[in-house]
């Protein structure tokens, strides 16, 4: 099984700030490596997937980097409603597909 | 729009057995790959299921490999959780989602709560 590894557990961030998530796939994933934003009492959203390309509707803020196994989230410019967790995910070949353990962002 | 929602969570016993189902919209359902996802109190997200378009491919996690059980109708245009052998621990919200260069739709879950 993959393991995921994110860092760091919690950020605390002003609007308008730019924020790096890191995560770290304990082998290679290649480039199948998503993204997500979870809310509380709302659904999951995809954000990102095949490292980098933006799911529908999602906002140019958000971009990704890397390949392999280790991989960045950029949030340019937060916005109050990106305050949320952030998960990794990876969808390598076959399953079990994995996640990391998460960031919050959380206002500083 | 493409959509999920989940259905037929509750309170279960320890030991008990509960069936999740997963109703989708706004694409055609026997094209896609699925999976279940979770979300236990306070944790982050744990994949538990997958199964391909027409059902001949499922595979599980570790932690729920031999109590849980995917399928789907693509007739009735369903997606199911079989559950058994439930443990406190399984306590989460349960998502469904299309599985498709990752999960790309997931509904708001259903929670499932296993207590005495």
């Known amino acids: 099984e993959v393991v995921m590894t994110q860092s760091p557990a919690t950020l605390s961030v002003s609007p308008g700030e730019r924020v790096t998530l890191s995560c770290r796939a304990s082998q290679s994933v290649t480039n199948n490596l998503a993204w997500y934003q979870v809310k509380p009492g709302q659904a999951p959203r995809l954000l990102l997937y095949g490292v980098s390309a933006r799911a529908t509707g999602v906002p140019a803020r958000f971009s990704g980097s890397g390949s392999g196994t280790e991989f960045t989230l950029t949030i340019s410019g937060l916005q109050s409603e990106d305050f949320a967790v952030y998960f990794c995910q990876q969808y390598n070949n076959r399953p079990p597909w994995t996640f990391g353990q998460g960031t919050k962002v959380e206002m500083k | 729009q493409a959509q999920v929602v989940e259905s037929g969570g509750g309170l279960v016993k320890p030991g008990g057995s509960l069936r999740l189902s997963c109703t989708p919209s706004g694409f055609t359902f026997s094209d896609y790959y699925m999976s279940w996802i979770r979300q236990a109190p306070g944790k982050g997200l744990e994949w538990l299921a997958y199964i391909s378009a027409k059902g001949t491919t499922v595979h599980y996690a570790d932690s729920v490999k031999g109590r849980f059980i995917v399928s789907r109708d693509n007739a009735k245009q369903s997606l199911y959780l079989e559950m058994k052998s439930l443990r406190v621990e399984d306590t989460a919200v349960y998502y469904c989602?299309?599985?498709?260069?990752?999960?790309?739709?997931w509904g708001q879950g259903t929670l499932v709560t296993v207590s005495s």
């Open positions: 989602a299309r599985d498709f260069t990752g999960l790309d739709y």
